[in-house]
């Protein structure tokens, strides 16, 4: 269904993890906000309360859902693809307009890690995406193999990491890295890439249960 070698999955995990850092959210506000009292630490900081969360959650699919769909994983298969079609759309479109605005305030400077927690936690976007497309993509990546589930998890929190990191890292040195047009570029190659494997997991759920 996805790629099977731990290179190809942790580099599966990093693109489509990257799409979702990318993303404009409470959990990037919170790394601004914390970077601009605290400095550059700030952003790994944040990865690590949202790492946490993360691991609650791969926990939960991979001794729960994991058992309780185990007949149904070409249903749950579908959704994840339909998912990452809906999210590269989405992507796509605000790829147009999005921004980084280094100067955002408004979230507690607080410990950074609890500001992870906080703000993936009550991020509709973060349950939503673990339950369709997380979810979907971990079972399919622990058809083949431990291993080459561990590499697709890396590679996700990999792109957390670099990307609050250089967030944070832009903060303290008071100007982005990325030009506006660049910015968008890269999240608009994001949104289509979620497409088109999208379009390939689906397709493949297709074809297998056929």
């Known amino acids: 269904m996805i790629p099977s070698s731990p290179l190809e999955m ?9 799409t979702g850092a990318l993303a404009p959210g409470p959990t990037l506000v919170a790394t ?3 970077s601009l009292k605290g400095g550059w630490t700030m952003g790994p900081r944040v990865t690590l309360g949202h790492i946490l969360v993360e691991i609650v959650m791969v926990v939960l699919i991979v001794a729960g859902l994991a058992i309780v769909f185990k007949d149904f994983s070409w249903l749950i298969g579908g959704i994840g693809g339909i998912a990452l079609v809906v999210f590269g759309i989405f992507t796509i479109l605000e790829s147009r307009n999005a921004e980084i605005d280094l100067s955002q305030s408004g979230v507690s400077r607080g410990d950074p890690v609890l500001a992870g ?6 991020n509709p976007y973060f349950w939503l995406w673990w339950f369709t497309v997380g979810s979907a993509l971990l079972m399919g990546a622990l058809a ?10 890396l590679g996700h929190w990999g792109a957390d990491l670099g990307w609050l990191t250089l967030i944070s890292v832009s903060v303290h040195k008071g100007r982005f890295f990325l030009g506006v047009r660049e910015f968008r570029t890269i999240l608009g190659l994001c949104g289509i890439f979620l ?16």
């Open 10 to 18: 942790l580099l599966l995990g990093f693109i489509i993890g990257l």
């Open 32 to 34: 601004i906000n914390s």
């Open 117 to 122: 927690i906080l703000t993936s936690i009550s």
């Open 144 to 153: 083949g193999g431990i291993i080459g589930a561990l590499a697709f998890i």
């Open 195 to 210: 497409v088109i494997f999208g379009g390939y997991f689906i397709t493949t759920v297709w074809v297998l249960q056929g």
